[in-house]
């Protein structure tokens, strides 16, 4: 593997959701406290950024490709539908969620075109998260569905190689589950701990050592390696199928968010970051947090799967 890129482009608050378009040759994240959608051209160094305004001016927490053009975006009290950069939004499900405690996270499209959206619970103190699919194929009505709970922050959702397991996280928890997964039926069952990582300490401050992060937004490669941003860990982990450590690599911020795999051959590894919140120390020592990176690495990931709708 290589070293850490940045991107040309002024660090976000929090950049999150990326995403490589096959057709356009670019490259796609989110900045959520700023309700900003982002997209960039990594081979011209130039970025271009689309603000979400009145009456959606709210937090942007993922986003996927469709594939008739355009964007999904899930925003704080629903998902809605881009059909071109910049363009009106159309919203196909309202949030089942409180919006007033709760938006929406993490989230990406599975292989039949499906968009599954993560929430946070925004206090903190409780369960009250949840993962949600909404299913737009064929024609159909918008028909959003919960598929999972009993989170605090859902994060780190990922599908294996094989399309036969679903993974989960908790970030709050220091968790991530996993479930047999029937995509034809949208079925899941059998729902397991994958990997626990240990809490934090009592006491732990950033800057000090012992803390390993906790687990952030999450990609599969091809061999079925789940990769994991562990947020204030400085690092992202490459998991084996059976969640075993394969490797870890440092990264150029304390807390970095998600993993995608680009590029015409899928092997550039990007990364998103987030300074929002953090010690003026901590960002004194590493100025590039919020920025969004780029490696090589030496196994390919999984395709984008684009929304069907």
């Keep these: 593997m290589s070293t850490w890129q940045a991107l040309a ?13 096959p057709d356009e040759q670019m490259l796609y994240w989110v900045d959520i406290p700023s309700k900003k959608i982002f997209r960039g051209n990594v081979f011209m160094g130039t970025v271009e950024s689309w603000a979400m305004a009145a009456p959606h001016d709210l937090e942007p927490g993922c986003i996927a490709p469709a594939r008739s053009g355009g964007l999904v975006i899930a925003l704080r009290d629903g998902i809605y539908r881009a059909r071109s950069w910049g363009g ?18 993490d989230g990406k499209c599975d292989t039949l075109g499906r968009f599954w959206a993560s929430t946070i619970y925004e206090p903190r103190d409780a369960r009250e998260a949840a993962l949600y699919c909404l299913d737009c194929r064929d024609g159909h009505a918008p028909a959003l569905a919960r598929m999972a709970g009993g989170a605090t922050v859902g994060n780190g ?3 294996s190689a094989d399309g036969r397991t679903l993974y989960w996280a908790d970030t709050t928890a220091h968790v991530v589950h996993a479930w047999d997964w029937d995509a034809a039926a949208t079925i899941l069952q059998g729902p397991r701990v994958f990997r626990q990582f240990p809490l934090k300490p009592p006491g732990w401050q950033p800057g000090m050592p012992g803390y390993g992060g906790r687990p952030d937004g999450a990609a599969v490669d091809s061999q079925g390696n789940y990769w994991v941003a562990m947020f204030e860990g400085r690092r992202v982990l490459k998991l084996s199928p059976d969640g075993e450590v394969l490797a870890e690599v440092a990264t150029p911020a304390q807390c970095p968010t998600m993993v995608c795999f680009g590029g015409d051959d899928l092997q550039t590894l990007y990364l998103t970051t987030a300074r929002h919140g953090r010690p003026a120390a901590e960002l004194e020592a590493m100025p590039q947090s919020g920025c969004v990176f780029s490696m090589r690495v030496d196994v390919p990931g999984l395709p984008v799967n684009f929304f069907a709708g």
């Design 9 to 21: 482009a002024e660090p976000c608050e929090v950049s999150e959701s990326p995403f490589w378009h």
């Design 88 to 105: 009106p939004l159309e919203k196909l499900a309202a949030a089942l969620h409180d919006t007033r405690t709760s938006r929406f996270n």
């Design 157 to 159: 959702l990922a599908w």
